[in-house]
């Protein structure tokens, strides 16, 4: 199937590892051209070189880090000149810190806010008169915490909900011109990410990390994680021509979790 994503110009963010780096790789083996940005800039330019060899292309990689301001302003600069334009914009990045009520201070929450809900609005600020040009498509990589509260990932609960509301009602305010825009929720995911919270989970409750995930797993039917390329799969396709009617919701890549 043709996806229609041949010679798209896609910047993914956070991409150095975890989703991000299937969501790049997957865009780019359909043939977009995509720049990356991450902190990390080893692991960031060691994907780039992986992707080239696998799809003969180029990848722009740029460092950035998305909790600041100019970085966002900066990358989008910089892929938008090196790509000739942008069709796609998939804004991620890594989760806020774990914690409940008591355990968060007043920087843990101005962190958390400008990682979690300002980079979307930066990115998408700045990333906007290319997508008009192109009529183009934002995805936005959220978590089912926006469906159901996680328990310990209060910053993550509170703020991906506010995005959620960003992304509905900029969805309304684009569609006349042509951009969707789209929120991906991933469930558990088998990325270190998710690994590390597992062990957090084991350590606070007494418990080991292998029992963690089995209890987890119990509850899923379709009985394990997802692989990291099993929702890169589902942002491609909302990325794609095929998904050209779907806008201003949340698709939820859970294995069934969220039952609602």
Known sequence: MDLGLKGKRALVTAASEGLGRAVARGLAAEGAFV?????????????????????????????ADVSRAEDCARVVIDAAATLGGLDLLVTNAGGPRPGQFVDLSDDDWRAAFDLTLMSVVRLVRAALPHLEESCGRILVMTSTSVKQPIPGLLLSNALRAAVTGLVRTIADELAPKGIRVVAVAPG?????????????????????????????????????????EEFADAVVWLASDRASYVTGTTVVVDGGKIRR
């Open 188 to 228: 558990r995911i088998d990325t270190d990410r998710l690994r590390q919270l597992d062990e957090a989970r084991a350590k606070r409750t007494g418990t080991i990390v292998e029992a963690v995930r089995e209890a987890e797993e119990r509850d899923i039917p379709l009985g394990r994680y997802g692989r990291p």
């Open 35 to 63: 720049a990356i940005c991450s902190r990390r800039r080893e692991a960031l330019d060691a994907l780039a070189r992986s992707i080239s060899g696998e799809t003969g292309k180029p990848v722009a990689a740029f460092t």
